[in-house]
């Protein structure tokens, strides 16, 4: 019997699913043309690919070696000395989870997986601590990737207040998930917090050249990984958001099948709803919920929204803080938590993470927008 309605379930499934894909995409062919449809599906997917995709890589490459020379170097662990003494008022972690924000900070969320499954740097955490790490590192995942990808566009005030606004959503997210799963952790698993070491150490070998070309290879081949890893998420995610994002390039000619053209059903909604996002991130336009929508599944995929809104000149300072914002503390975390909780055999939690990763996202947006307002009221 259960298999039965496990196969009518699946059944059923399928022909939901169906249904779907067919009326959104035949709305959209009966509004473009189903051959502009297509060319413009290909066309945007390619341009994103040449002059987006690239860029991202190029930018991980460098960022991924200069993480690296960071590491190798103990510049890292400089860091993790002067910001300890944060983590505990601020994030209610102990000191040694700076080093997560600062590997995940540099690379991607998983960073903070390959540190917690580290007994010795796993010995410092009560085990809620523990599991509120998922929330904490993917606040700070891919951030310098984020922050250069906006200082190259010549945003950088506005990035660094961004930054802040990262932060703040990170403390959210971090306190939140930890108040929502402490004492639903069985109670024979909590460790009481015991400082046994200062530093985590990291063992380098060979001559300071060695050591130098090593870090940067090593790095640049970390980023080049990352890069390819952002393709999917890039072509696929941000080809259909901008398909339900953008209209027709010129309202005269009508469709042409080009790039970066679609039906604007994502503002048509946001429309609805615009007052709100102007309350909460001072958005002007309804087509700018497109970046913190993509953001949920791949920061990487959100990056590559940018230089479209900036080629329809519908994005200033404010967007950029709260893109910043949001791109950095949600950096895809949907498709990141539950692995990440899987690793730290705490899967059944994944709905609570997502849940304070959610309201740690919003506050970071908002926290960006009023950091911005207040900038501008002081100083402008």
Same mark, same amino acid.
């Given at each position: 019997?259960?298999?039965?309605?496990?196969?009518?379930?699946?059944?059923?499934?399928?022909?939901?699913?169906?249904?779907?894909?067919?009326?959104?995409?035949?709305?959209?062919?009966?509004?473009?043309?189903?051959?502009?449809?297509?060319?413009?599906?290909?066309?945007?997917?390619?341009?994103?690919?040449?002059?987006?995709?690239?860029?991202?890589?190029?930018?991980?490459?460098?960022?991924?070696?200069?993480?690296?020379?960071l590491i190798e170097f103990g510049v890292v662990r400089l860091l993790?000395?002067?910001?300890?003494?944060?983590?505990?008022?601020?994030?209610?972690?102990?000191?040694?989870?700076?080093?997560?924000?600062?590997?995940?900070?540099?690379?991607?969320?998983?960073a903070i997986i390959s540190l917690a499954e580290d007994k010795k740097?796993?010995?410092?955490?009560?085990?809620?601590?523990?599991?509120?790490?998922?929330?904490?590192?993917?606040?700070?995942?891919?951030?310098?990737?984020? @922050? !250069?990808?906006?200082?190259?566009?010549?945003?950088? /005030? $506005?990035?660094?207040?961004? +930054?802040?606004?990262?932060? *703040?959503?990170?403390?959210?997210?971090?306190?939140?998930?930890?108040?929502?799963?402490?004492?639903?952790?069985?109670?024979?698993?909590?460790?009481?917090?015991?400082?046994?070491?200062?530093?985590?150490?990291?063992?380098?070998?060979?001559?300071?050249?060695?050591?130098?070309?090593?870090?940067?290879?090593?790095?640049?081949?970390?980023?080049?990984?990352?890069?390819?890893?952002?393709?999917?998420?890039?072509?696929?995610?941000?080809?259909?958001?901008?398909?339900?994002?953008?209209?027709?390039?010129?309202?005269?000619?009508?469709?042409?099948?080009?790039?970066?053209?679609?039906?604007?059903?994502?503002?048509?909604?946001?429309?609805?709803?615009?007052?709100?996002?102007?309350?909460?991130?001072?958005?002007?336009?309804?087509?700018?919920?497109?970046?913190? @929508? !993509?953001?949920?599944?791949?920061?990487?995929?959100? /990056? $590559?929204?940018?230089?479209? +809104?900036?080629?329809?000149? *519908?994005?200033?300072?404010?967007?950029?803080?709260?893109?910043?914002?949001?791109?950095?503390?949600?950096?895809?975390?949907?498709?990141?938590?539950?692995?990440?909780?899987?690793?730290?055999?705490?899967?059944?939690l994944t709905s609570r993470a997502l849940f304070s990763h959610t309201?740690?996202?919003?506050?970071?947006?908002?926290?960006?927008?009023?950091?911005?307002?207040?900038?501008?009221?002081?100083?402008?």
């Open positions: 019997m259960k298999r039965k309605e496990f196969l009518r379930a699946r059944k059923l499934e399928a022909i939901i699913f169906i249904i779907a894909v067919v009326t959104i995409f035949s709305y959209i062919g009966y509004n473009m043309g189903t051959a502009n449809m297509f060319n413009t599906i290909m066309r945007t997917a390619h341009d994103l690919l040449v002059n987006t995709v690239f860029y991202i890589m190029a930018i991980c490459v460098i960022s991924g070696a200069f993480g690296k020379l993790e000395s002067l910001l300890s003494p944060l983590m505990r008022p601020i994030f209610n972690l102990p000191g040694v989870a700076s080093l997560g924000a600062l590997m995940t900070f540099f690379s991607d969320n998983p740097f796993k010995s410092y955490f009560k085990d809620y601590e523990l599991v509120s790490l998922a929330n904490f590192g993917t606040a700070f995942g891919m951030g310098l990737i984020v @922050i !250069t990808f906006m200082i190259g566009n010549q945003y950088f /005030l $506005s990035t660094f207040i961004g +930054f802040g606004g990262a932060v *703040i959503g990170a403390i959210v997210s971090t306190r939140l998930m930890q108040y929502l799963v402490k004492g639903k952790i069985k109670k024979e698993s909590e460790r009481e917090f015991v400082a046994k070491e200062k530093y985590i150490s990291f063992k380098s070998r060979g001559s300071i050249g060695q050591r130098f070309l090593n870090a940067v290879l090593d790095g640049g081949k970390q980023g080049v990984d990352l890069g390819l890893a952002i393709i999917p998420g890039v072509l696929i995610i941000s080809t259909f958001i901008m398909l339900i994002t953008f209209g027709a390039k010129d309202s005269i000619i009508g469709y042409q099948g080009l790039a970066y053209e679609g039906v604007p059903i994502l503002p048509g909604i946001g429309q609805y709803f615009s007052f709100i996002f102007k309350i909460l991130f001072g958005f002007e336009n309804p087509e700018l919920i497109a970046f913190p @929508i !993509t953001s949920l599944g791949a920061v990487g995929a959100a /990056l $590559s929204l940018v230089k479209a +809104f900036m080629t329809k000149n *519908i994005i200033t300072g404010n967007e950029i803080a709260v893109f910043t914002a949001m791109g950095m503390c949600w950096s895809g975390y949907l498709s990141t938590h539950t692995a990440m909780l899987d690793a730290l055999n705490k899967r059944y309201i740690g996202g919003l506050s970071a947006g908002i926290s960006a927008h009023y950091l911005y307002v207040l900038y501008k009221t002081i100083f402008l």
